[in-house]
């Protein structure tokens, strides 16, 4: 089970870029995604990133998976379950939990 929160004071495509690696990062991932978290716009920036995606744990090829499937001006960070002081940063920046598996 997943909670979602989009902010809707976001540019409308955005919304729609951040949405559409959503559902490709679920096809591709499906349970090792955890959690995304969407900056307020894709001019906003955290790391030289604009949507943090988190994984159960990375793995060899991960970062590169992750990559192909951006779209737009989605510019991802990818980080392990247990990095969270990147989740409280991206948190802190204005960012909002598109998607968060539930334990």
């Given at each position: 089970?997943?909670?979602?929160a989009?902010?809707?004071?976001?540019?409308?495509?955005?919304?729609?870029?951040?949405?559409?690696?959503?559902?490709?990062?679920?096809?591709?991932?499906?349970?090792?995604?955890v959690?995304?978290?969407?900056?307020?716009?894709?001019?906003?920036?955290?790391?030289?990133?604009?949507?943090?995606?988190?994984?159960?744990?990375?793995?060899?090829?991960?970062?590169?998976?992750?990559?192909?499937?951006?779209?737009?001006?989605?510019?991802?960070?990818?980080?392990?379950?247990?990095?969270?002081?990147?989740?409280?940063?991206?948190?802190?920046?204005?960012?909002?939990?598109?998607?968060?598996?539930?334990?």
């Amino acid at each position: 089970m997943y909670s979602i929160a989009v902010n809707l004071r976001s540019p409308r495509e955005w919304r729609r870029d951040v949405q559409e690696f959503l559902s490709r990062l679920e096809a591709a991932l499906g349970s090792r995604l955890v959690m995304v978290v969407a900056l307020p716009s894709p001019s906003d920036s955290l790391y030289d990133s604009n949507v943090l995606v988190v994984l159960d744990e990375l793995r060899p090829g991960d970062l590169k998976t992750v990559a192909s499937l951006t779209v737009g001006d989605v510019n991802p960070l990818v980080v392990p379950e247990d990095d969270k002081q990147a989740v409280e940063a991206f948190l802190l920046a204005g960012g909002r939990v598109i998607k968060r598996r539930s334990e």
